[in-house]
């Protein structure tokens, strides 16, 4: 059975970095794309990026400055970092597994608030 | 970046209802469509992949299609769990996008 989880701080001031863990289970990362997506009051829906199952990445423009993807195998786990947060970054942060551009399966998602 | 636009943002129907959702893309995305559904405090839901491929486990009443930068989603027979908001997403070019949103209620 395939399961996604995100776990996340929950609160983030502002300017400080975003950790987000994503532990799979019931497939191999190997094997599938890993997405980033958030959900924010301003702009909705937001593709972020994702890492391929070979291990590259690939990230929207609008947040390539500040966001980094990366994985951990042998734990199952993915891990999404964004850096210098902004009260418009306030959201609900979800992570899915796809087969390259379909997005088919979905953690249940981290809300986070960027507050001081 | 190519912009989706949903028609209408807001669909009121009745059990029973077929219904018709629009997602017009800004450029060709060559049926690189898929299309997602949200209940409140849920992730989304995949329903149709690329066009008109049904996901497994959903119910054949939904149905996709499109082509160029004009797609529909369609549902023959409205069902009581079918209300919720429905999303367009493109995933031909970088970066794929979402549309904004069908909020469909019960009328």
């Known amino acids: 059975q395939v399961q996604l989880k995100e776990t996340g701080p929950g609160l983030v001031q502002p300017t400080q970095t975003l950790s987000i863990t994503c532990t799979v289970s019931?497939?191999?990362?190997?094997?599938?794309?890993m997405q980033w997506v958030r959900q924010t009051p301003g702009k909705g829906l937001e593709w972020m990026g994702f890492i391929r199952s070979g291990g590259s990445t690939e990230y929207n423009s609008e947040f390539k400055s500040r966001l980094s993807i990366s994985r951990d195998t042998s734990k199952n786990q993915v891990f999404l970092k964004m850096n210098s947060l902004k009260t418009e970054d306030t959201g609900v942060y979800y992570c899915?597994?796809?087969?390259?551009?379909?997005?088919?399966?979905w953690g249940q998602g981290a809300s986070v608030t960027v507050s001081s | 970046d190519i912009q989706m636009t949903q028609s209408p943002s807001l669909l009121s129907a009745s059990v029973g209802d077929r219904v018709t959702i629009n997602c017009k893309a800004s450029?060709?995305?060559?049926?690189?469509l898929n299309w997602y559904q949200q209940k409140l405090g849920e992730a989304p839901k995949l329903l149709i992949y690329n066009t008109n491929n049904l996901q497994t486990g959903i119910p054949s009443r939904f149905s996709g299609s499109g082509s160029g930068t004009d797609y529909t989603l369609t549902i023959s027979s409205l069902q009581p769990e079918d209300f919720g908001t429905y999303f367009c997403f493109q995933h031909n070019s970088w970066p794929w996008t979402f549309g904004g949103g069908t909020k469909l209620e019960l009328k």
């Open positions: 450029q060709n995305i060559n049926k690189y």
């Open positions: 019931g497939f191999s990362l190997t094997s599938y794309y």
């Open positions: 899915a597994s796809s087969y390259i551009g379909v997005m088919d399966a």
